[in-house]
């Protein structure tokens, strides 16, 4: 009798412990654990994760970052812009429904800047919040064409209004590229 009550509460007591809730560890806590991993032949680093990227939307700057593409070029080359966190070829997303991707455009002369080419910044059609906000990106390239007066764009709109007066000339190669966005004007995650 004394073993078979012995063996209940030990089972009560593991039920009670399993079902108790866990606190969420503390950024702190998480931190300190990670560290500790790093005796288990796991290290971390700020190198190990994709930098914050910056584009504009809606004239405003915004951030994101590149975590796979369609094209091995574009993966590569985005690779070795952030210096080292791998952007994984993933070819398949080329075959994504128009229904799941945004629009993103990048530039490929004009002012010189930050964006994948060497030249000003991309410009995005959506940030979270937004109805027709994907992380998926239909890349669009832009070039400004001989004689026209090649400027910083930050909208959409005047991107658009450049295209029709001739300026630029806008072109879809068919690749697209997970940009998930984390901090834009009034908001981040």
Same mark, same amino acid.
């Given at each position: 009798?004394?073993?078979?009550?012995?063996?209940?509460?030990?089972?009560?007591?593991?039920?009670?412990?399993?079902?108790?809730? =866990?606190?969420?560890?503390?950024? !702190?806590? $998480?931190?300190?654990?990670? *560290?500790? /991993?790093? +005796?288990?032949? &796991?290290? #971390?680093?700020?190198?190990?994760?994709?930098?914050?990227?910056?584009?504009?939307?809606?004239?405003?700057?915004?951030?994101?970052?590149? =975590?796979?593409?369609?094209?091995? !070029?574009? $993966?590569?080359?985005?690779? *070795?812009? /952030?210096? +080292?966190?791998? &952007?994984? #070829?993933?070819?398949?997303?080329?075959?994504?429904?128009?229904?799941?991707?945004?629009?993103?455009?990048?530039?490929?002369?004009?002012?010189?800047?930050?964006?994948?080419?060497?030249?000003?910044?991309?410009?995005?059609?959506?940030?979270? +919040?937004?109805?027709?906000?994907?992380?998926?990106?239909?890349?669009?390239?832009?070039?400004?064409?001989?004689?026209?007066?090649?400027?910083?764009?930050?909208?959409?709109?005047?991107?658009?209004?450049?295209?029709?007066?001739?300026?630029?000339?806008?072109?879809?190669? +068919?690749?697209?590229?997970?940009?998930?966005?984390?901090?834009?004007?009034?908001?981040?995650?």
């Amino acid at each position: 009798m004394k073993i078979r009550l012995t063996v209940s509460l030990i089972v009560l007591s593991l039920l009670i412990a399993a079902c108790a809730p =866990t606190p969420t560890p503390t950024p !702190e806590a $998480a931190m300190a654990e990670m *560290e500790s /991993m790093a +005796g288990m032949g &796991v290290s #971390l680093s700020t190198n190990d994760y994709a930098p914050l990227v910056m584009a504009y939307y809606g004239g405003e700057e915004m951030f994101f970052i590149h =975590t796979e593409a369609s094209d091995e !070029e574009v $993966a590569t080359m985005l690779t *070795e812009m /952030m210096n +080292g966190p791998l &952007v994984v #070829l993933v070819p398949e997303l080329a075959g994504a429904p128009d229904s799941m991707l945004a629009e993103m455009y990048a530039f490929t002369n004009g002012l010189e800047g930050h964006g994948p080419f060497g030249f000003q910044p991309d410009i995005f059609d959506s940030v979270p +919040g937004d109805e027709n906000y994907r992380p998926l990106r239909d890349v669009n390239l832009v070039e400004w064409n001989e004689g026209a007066d090649a400027r910083e764009l930050r909208t959409v709109a005047e991107l658009k209004a450049a295209e029709e007066k001739g300026e630029v000339t806008i072109t879809r190669p +068919g690749i697209v590229v997970n940009m998930p966005v984390l901090v834009w004007k009034g908001g981040s995650r």
